[in-house]
């Protein structure tokens, strides 16, 4: 994934950056990065490293290092960012949000032929900032540029530009499926993938950008550059998982919305499982974005909520996680602290925010017991995940062969089984009863069921058509 954050202000804004940015560390594990401009000096440019130590100490310098009235910066999974570019547009810096997955074909159609080169990072990828770079100077304005991007990527790109005159250029990608706000404050204006990041800095709402809108930004006004269209599918995981739970996204509170979703579950269990639901002695929460779908569900289902194991996070927080999946699996593992009189003899129920692979289930499945749980129930507070997202770069699953829902349909049914996967994912059906008992059997687990897709857009309490469900469905 990753986030951006801008402010156009009127005197320095090095400091409100430098939080702003470190606000956005939940969505980002690789690269940080910040850009300022300074009437004297101009453009300047930061990069780092923050796959073993968090943002703020990689930039703690930066106050003594960089001045600027504006400043741009950002937190990414992938390409270090934000990059300086000089084109015949002017020179800017620029970030990016999103993931481009026909990066080769729009290369080979519109660039292979122009001079144009590029820096090949590890394995020959090409950084996705350098080629939006490239594409929007086949323009003739940066506003026709980016609209041209956003046109003919196949993925989705969101964009915060700082002209070399103090201006911001922010984009939003064109079907909404990332926020971009705006705020004000007597400084200027602010550009965030998180409001509350400048509301913490004194920084009013202005309002969400729409999909596909263009704004340029300084620091006594703002313009619309291209007013974007009407049509909008924003990542329903923002709420779900990846959303920090202070967040607002389209005027809903992610906090909110998990409290709810984990009562409708909760209903939906007293409903078809009373008996089960009487024999639960504590309603948990997989840390941490799980544990608000368990208050929900604690507090309609009437069972008490615990914290039955605590994360332990002063070392290993989750925004600076391993990128290697067996280091990732071990620090996930010794970061799990249990309180014993929580768990020894209980009937535990967990709500966890999706199940992915259930690598790291099934281990903290394992755990529990190791510590002396009688039964341990599970319910995902989303559907089974059917499809690996190719949107954003929220998920590290590259192959829908990755997802634990398409390797148990595969045993069950073979390759017949994918033309049925609505059935299975609906658990009124025999065949999503079927995937239930055989991922339950894998993850040994008494019960295990997920959140109705239709649940989760009650949750959230948007129309259906303006939420991107993709990773659930199949439906663009």
């Keep these: 994934m990753g986030g951006f954050f801008g402010i156009a202000g009127k005197f320095s804004c090095i400091a409100d950056v430098f939080f702003g940015v470190d606000y956005h560390s939940h969505l980002g594990t690789r690269r940080g990065g910040v850009a300022t401009y300074d009437p004297e000096i101009g453009l300047q440019r930061q990069i780092h490293n923050i796959e073993n130590a968090p943002f703020r100490t990689k930039f703690e310098h930066i106050f003594e290092e960089m001045h600027g009235t504006s400043a741009i910066g950002c937190i990414s999974d992938y390409d270090p960012q934000p990059l300086l570019v000089r084109s015949r547009l002017g020179t800017y810096a620029v970030c990016m949000v999103g993931v481009i997955q026909n990066a080769d074909a729009l290369i080979d159609k519109y660039l292979s032929s122009s001079g144009t080169f590029f820096d090949s990072m590890t394995g020959g990828r090409i950084n996705s900032v350098d080629l939006v770079s490239a594409m929007i100077n086949q323009k003739e304005t940066l506003e026709e540029g980016i609209r041209f991007v956003n046109e003919e990527i196949e993925g989705t790109c969101s964009l915060l530009l700082m002209r070399n005159n103090g201006h911001l250029i922010a984009a939003r990608d064109k079907m909404g499926r990332l926020p971009i706000h705006i705020g004000r404050s007597e400084n200027g204006y602010a550009v965030s993938f998180e409001s509350f990041a400048y509301e913490k800095l004194g920084y009013e709402n202005v309002r969400d950008m729409a999909p596909g809108e263009i704004v340029e930004l300084w ?117 799990l602290i249990p309180v014993h009189e929580l768990i020894e003899d209980k009937n535990l129920l967990f709500v966890d925010d999706s199940i992915v692979r259930g690598t790291q289930l099934r281990e903290t499945v394992e755990f529990l017991y190791e510590n002396g749980a009688k039964a341990v129930h599970m319910r995902s507070a989303c559907p089974p995940i059917m499809y690996p997202c190719k949107y954003l770069n929220f998920s590290r699953s590259n192959s829908d062969m990755d997802l634990i829902a398409r390797q148990v349909i595969l045993e069950l049914e073979g390759e017949e089984g994918f033309k049925h996967i609505e059935e299975y994912t609906d658990g009124r059906t025999e065949r999503g009863t079927a995937l239930r008992e055989a991922i339950s059997k894998k993850l040994n687990l008494a019960s295990l069921d997920f959140q109705s897709l239709e649940g989760v857009i009650h949750a959230i309490g948007l129309p259906a058509c303006e939420l991107c469900t993709y990773c659930w469905d199949g439906k663009e």
């Design 219 to 335: 620091p006594e006004g703002m313009k619309v550059l291209y007013p974007g269209g009407d049509r909008k599918r924003i990542c329903s995981f923002l709420w779900s998982y990846y959303g920090y739970p202070t967040s607002s996204y389209e005027g809903i509170s992610v906090e909110a919305m998990r409290y709810r979703n984990g009562e409708i579950m909760a209903e939906s269990d007293l409903e078809n499982h009373p008996d089960m639901v009487k024999e639960i002695d504590y309603v948990c929460g997989v840390p941490d974005s799980g544990t608000p779908h368990a208050v929900g569900y604690a507090n309609r289902s009437g069972r008490p909520f615990a914290r039955a194991f605590i994360k332990y996070t002063p070392t290993w927080s989750r925004s600076f996680m391993p990128v290697n999946q067996e280091a990732r699996n071990r620090v996930a593992k010794m970061k």
